[in-house]
């Protein structure tokens, strides 16, 4: 079992390794109600998991993904949580992917202005990023995440057993993000991929444990001194690193009506800001081959022709880098050498969608 710090506030644990679920108990120690949100697909697991707790548990069925980052499920859950008789003592549990964690992380921060809030991840993306740092959120028909709080977990449990009967689809799209963490801080991750790209898809494998580890520290790192986001200045950046990706790739989630995969989007969306850092001499043509190459061995998307520019161009403006009327991309200019892209000129963001078409 591995364990990761995580600076914040209040520090906490990440734990990584196959049994990790059994600590839950240990973690709500004197939790007098807790509730357990999770996806009807893991309705077994869940049972599983509160066997053996002391609490009061009520389990809340979401809706499945992206369906379940809407307001309407959040008001739901708020009145399932009151029904309860839930107070400031009491926990919520979130079960399941990102989605999952993120419409739970928000419930627990918004009921009675802010409970205690434990993650079990139990996807790639979940493990990686989704479940770690404290961005919680719902969508809106409007654009990604745009509503949310920063909420730290008192614990993230990441069993690696738990992601067994996880679709390879989406085994896929997690190591985008992992991907993500490679290219901006990390290159062993990209190493690992490309060594071996079916090993790294096997998540009984110990190459797939070995990224997941690697994910998470990048995350840790990129987390640490700036939980909410604030300080990307001069050559520093914060946690805007992990965001790698995300400008065009959130534009593009919104476009498709968040019916694609977060990590296949994000995935794409490293691909633009690839050819973006090359089209303004940023990045040299080696690396944007790079991104190309090391995705599509996972078998992931690298090009996009469904909206057209206008509409991704509208969903980049509302990215939460953007201030006022200028845009910001993380961009590299060498492999692990990231900094912060401002204002490029729109022929320019144009040209970058011409070539991912
Ligand atoms: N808060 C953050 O820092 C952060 C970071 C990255 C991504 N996210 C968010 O996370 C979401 C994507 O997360 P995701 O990729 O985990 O998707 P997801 O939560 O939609 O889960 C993917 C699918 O896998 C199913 N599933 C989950 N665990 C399973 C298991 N063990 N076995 C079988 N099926 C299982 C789910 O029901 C769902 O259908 C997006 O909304 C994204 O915005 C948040
Ligand atoms: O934790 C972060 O910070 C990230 O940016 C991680 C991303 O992978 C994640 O998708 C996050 O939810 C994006 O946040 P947003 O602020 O761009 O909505
Ligand atoms: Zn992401």
């Avoid at 379940?68 to 739901?76: G, I």
């Avoid at 009921?111 to 809030?117: S, T």
């Avoid at 986001?229 to 520093?236: C, H, I």
């Avoid at 990045?283 to 022709?305: F, I, K, M, N, W």
């Amino acid at each position: 079992m591995r364990t990761v710090e995580i600076a914040a506030e209040r520090p906490y644990r990440v734990r990584v390794g196959a049994g990790a679920r059994h600590e839950l108990g240990g973690l709500l120690e004197g939790v007098e109600r807790v509730a357990v949100l999770h996806p009807a697909v893991l309705s077994d697991r869940v049972t599983e998991l509160v066997a053996g707790l002391d609490a009061r548990v009520t389990p809340v069925v979401l809706p499945d993904a992206e369906r379940a980052k809407t307001a309407e499920v959040l008001t739901s859950c708020w009145d399932a949580l009151a029904a309860a008789g839930f107070t400031r003592s009491d926990v919520v549990v979130g079960v399941g992917g990102g989605a999952t964690t993120d419409l739970a992380g928000f419930v627990a921060a918004t009921m009675l202005r802010g409970i205690g809030f434990v993650t079990v991840p139990t996807t790639v993306l979940g493990m990686v990023d989704a479940a770690v740092g404290g961005k919680t959120g719902i969508n809106l028909p409007a654009g990604k995440n745009l509503v949310g709080a920063f909420h730290e977990p008192l614990g993230v449990l990441c069993d690696l057993e738990l992601l067994e009967g996880l679709p390879v689809e989406d085994v896929r799209a997690g190591l985008a993000e992992v991907l993500k963490c490679g290219f901006v801080a990390d290159p062993e991750i990209l190493r690992l991929v490309e060594e071996d790209p079916v090993d790294a898809v096997d998540v009984t494998s110990p190459r797939l444990a070995e990224l997941v580890s690697r994910g998470i520290e990048v995350k840790a790192g990129a987390i640490a001194g700036d939980l909410r986001e604030a300080t990307s200045t001069g050559g520093r950046i914060g946690r805007e690193l992990v965001n790698y990706g995300h400008t065009f790739g959130h534009a593009l989630e919104r476009a498709e009506s968040y019916r694609w995969r977060h990590g296949d989007a994000v995935s794409v969306g490293m691909v633009y800001v690839a050819e973006l850092a090359e089209v303004v001499g940023l990045q040299p043509a080696a690396l944007r081959d790079r991104h190309r190459e090391v995705l599509s061995a996972l078998g992931l998307p690298t090009r996009y022709s469904g909206a057209g520019f206008e509409e991704l161009l509208a969903g980049m403006r509302l990215d939460k880098k953007t201030r006022g009327s200028t845009l910001r991309f993380v961009a590299l200019e060498e492999l692990a050498r990231p900094v912060i892209l401002t204002g490029p000129e729109e022929s320019d963001l144009r040209e970058a969608h011409r070539r991912i078409g």
